[in-house]
T-cell receptor
Framework: EADIYQTPRYLVIGTGKKITLECSQTMGHDKMYWYQQDPGMELHLIHY???????EKGDLSSESTVSRIRTEHFPLTLESARPSHTSQYLCASSESGRETGELFFGEGSRLTVL | GQNIDQPTEMTATEGAIVQINCTYQ??????LFWYQQHAGEAPTFLSY??LDGLEEKGRFSSFLSRSKGYSYLLLKELQMKDSASYLCAVMDSNYQLIWGAGTKLIIKP
């Protein structure tokens, strides 16, 4: 059973606010990811990390930042939220090894920006 | 560009068999993955194919043809709990996952 947790599960905020979505995993996985998913659409990679102090941008990384100070923790920050950021944000982790595509996902954070 | 194509929606009857197809065009290939996602929940891993052929896992099987850029997920003895979206994903030459938009499977009694 996967042990990866996201908070908050649901968030409604106003335009211009700064928010941080939290993600923690207890599996000791080196690789962690943030995806954005809209209903009926594919997952878009926002950021990923291959280990502590390693962060990379995905294909949808503008206006957000991440940090990886500890193996288990990979928070995502939006400096100034906009209505276009309204979406479901999924955090995931996987074991090391370049060929590993088995991701373990958190339950998601559903963000609404008014 | 890279793309993954799968049908948007399919309907099947409880107890029957359904095949969900996936075609892909990617820069390189390092494996194809199928995930199941129930409404409002996170995706969960179902299967992994890197060599041509059929991989069977209980009621679910996944097939791959690399030369055709084609895969399918076969679900047998359908149950109501199989109603979900099924996501096809390909790992490209940079070991990044490229995701399809998913196929919503509706199971009718």
């Amino acid at each position: 059973e996967a042990d990866i947790y996201q908070t908050p599960r649901y968030l409604v905020i106003g335009t211009g606010k700064k928010i941080t979505l939290e993600c923690s995993q207890t599996m000791g996985h080196d690789k962690m990811y943030w995806y954005q998913q809209d209903p009926g659409m594919e997952l878009h990679l926002i950021h990923y990390s291959y280990g502590v102090n390693s962060t990379e941008k995905g294909d949808l990384s503008s206006e957000s930042t991440v940090s990886r100070i500890r193996t288990e923790h990979f928070p995502l920050t939006l400096e100034s939220a906009r209505p276009s950021h309204t979406s479901q944000y999924l955090c995931a982790s996987s074991e090391s090894g370049r060929e590993t595509g088995e991701l373990f996902f958190g339950e998601g954070s559903r963000l609404t920006v008014l | 560009g890279q793309n993954i194509d799968q049908p948007t929606e399919m309907t099947a009857t409880e107890g029957a068999i359904v095949q969900i197809n996936c075609t892909y065009q990617t820069s390189g290939f390092n494996g194809l993955f199928w995930y199941q996602q129930h409404a409002g929940e996170a995706p969960t891993f179902l299967s992994y194919n890197v060599l041509d052929g059929l991989e069977e896992k209980g009621r679910f099987s996944s097939f791959l043809s690399r030369s055709k850029g084609y895969s399918y997920l076969l679900l047998k003895e359908l149950q109501m709990k199989d109603s979900a979206s099924y996501l096809c994903a390909v790992m490209d030459s940079n070991y990044q996952l490229i995701w399809g938009a998913g196929t919503k499977l509706i199971i009718k009694p």
